[in-house]
């Protein structure tokens, strides 16, 4: 299963993979992503979170990788990925190196709270950098 949701302010765009994750479930989140667009602010944050997922399909990797594409399109400045176990790694830095228009910083954490206290000194990175 994979849900995905954008936050009030159109800052934290999160996808959530669980259980087994199929190509199929994949393309949906992407499309459901392309229809989300337009509440994204450009410069926004991508969390991906792996913690509940058992795992992926070696065939989602191609879905995966055109959904980080239509985040750079948007000017994704960030991306932080959930990875609780180096064994569900799927490559997402790998996929983000070749499917990112842009420069964008990642991160990787091992759990949801690192990953929020990452996203939260990136947003004040950010508007530090807004200020000078």
């Not at 795992?55 to 191609?62: F, L, R």
């Not at 569900?88 to 910083?105: E, M, S, Y």
């Not at 939260?120 to 508007?127: P, Q």
Request: net charge negative; with cysteine; proline share 4%.
């Amino acid at each position: 299963m994979v849900s995905c949701s954008v936050d009030d302010c159109g800052e934290i765009l999160t996808i959530t993979y669980m259980d087994a994750v199929e190509p199929d479930q994949v393309e949906l989140c992407r499309r459901a992503i392309r229809d989300k667009m337009q509440h994204l602010k450009p410069g926004f944050a991508l969390l991906i979170d792996l913690t509940n997922m058992e795992s992926m399909d070696q065939e989602c990797a191609q879905v995966l990788g055109a959904t980080i594409e239509l985040c750079s399109s948007r000017e994704m400045a960030v991306a932080v990925w959930v990875i609780p176990d180096p064994r569900k790694d799927i490559g997402l830095n790998l996929i983000a190196r070749f499917h990112c228009w842009t420069p964008v910083r990642t991160h990787t954490r091992h759990n949801l709270a690192e990953a929020m206290k990452c996203l939260m000194l990136e947003r004040d990175r950010c508007a530090g950098a807004a200020r000078t």
